[in-house]
C-alpha cells in the first residue's frame, strides 16, 4: 500500500505543466520579491506559505464565462485562502510578475480588491467576498492583429503588471483579485477566457475610504457583457472594460483604467 501511494505522489509530481499561459510567481512591492502560489506545490506535503491563494490548477488553465457564476471564478479553480499576506501601503505600487504570457492571448487586465472581515484574509470564505475595482487596462490601438491591449503592455513589461493601491484607501486585509481575460476566442458565445489570481494583501496607511458598492465576485461577469463576448479582430472604436466601474472615492488607480476605458 505505501509503495502504491508512494508512486502515485510520484506521477502526479510528474505532471507537466503546460507553461503557455502562466501564473503570478512573484509579487514585488517597495523591491522586495515574494513567492506567489505555484500550482505545482499542490502535489506538495510542504508547500511553502506564500500569500497567493491556493489552486487545484493544473494546466495554467481558465475558467469560461459558463462559469461565471460558480465558485471559480473567484480565485480561479479549487482556490483557498492563503496562509500569509503581502505587507503595502496605500499608494504604492505592486508588481505582478507572471511566468509568461502568449501574445496571442490578447485581453484586458484587472485588479479588485475586497476588504476581508476582522482584516484576516488567511480563512475568509471566498464565496462571501464583496470586491471593488482599483485598477484596470483594456484595448490599446490596432496596432497588430487584433490590436494593442492591456496584455500586451503587460508581456512588454517583463510580464508584470504593475497596479497601485489606491492612496486614501482604509488599512487593513484585503484579497487582491488580479485577472487577464483572454479574448482570442471571444466572438464566440463561451470563448472568453478568464485567468484570476488571488493574493492576500496587509494594507497600511491612514486612507478612511472603504467602497460599499461591491460586487461577489460570481456577480462581475456575464458571459453577454459587451466586453466579454467580442470579435477583436475588426476594427474596433471602442471596448468596454467588464465587470463595475472603479469607485470615484478612490484615488489615483483610476488613472490608468479611466485612461484606457474607450
Ligand atoms: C499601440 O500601442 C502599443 C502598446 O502600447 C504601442 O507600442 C504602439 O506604439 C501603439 N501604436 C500606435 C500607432 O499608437
Ligand atoms: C523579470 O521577471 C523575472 C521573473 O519572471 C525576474 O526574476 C526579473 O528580476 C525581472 N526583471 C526585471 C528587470 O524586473
Known sequence: MRSYLTSLAAIAASIPFIDAHGYVSGIVVGGKWQSGWNPSYQYSSTAPAVAGWTTTVTDNGFVTPADYAGPDIICHKGATAAPTSVAVAAGSTIGLEWTVWPDSHKGPVLDYLASCPGDDCTSVDKSALEFFKIDAGGYINS??????????????????????????????????????????????????????????????????????????????????????????YQTLTSYTIPGPAIPSALKAAAKRGMAFVA
Not at 175 to 192: K, M, N, P, Q, Y
Not at 214 to 229: E, H, S, W
Open 143 to 232: 496596432t497588430g492583429n487584433g490590436g494593442s491591449w492591456a496584455s500586451d503592455q503587460l508581456i512588454a513589461n517583463n510580464n508584470t503588471w504593475t497596479l497601485t493601491i489606491p492612496s486614501n484607501l482604509k488599512p487593513g486585509g484585503y484579497v487582491l483579485r488580479h485577472e487577464i481575460i483572454a479574448l482570442h476566442s471571444a466572438g464566440s458565445t463561451d470563448g472568453a477566457q478568464n485567468y484570476p489570481q488571488c493574493i492576500n494583501l496587509k494594507v497600511t496607511g491612514s486612507g478612511t475610504v472603504l467602497p460599499t458598492d461591491t460586487v461577489k465576485g460570481t456577480a462581475l461577469y456575464k458571459a453577454t457583457d459587451p466586453g466579454i463576448l467580442i470579435n477583436i
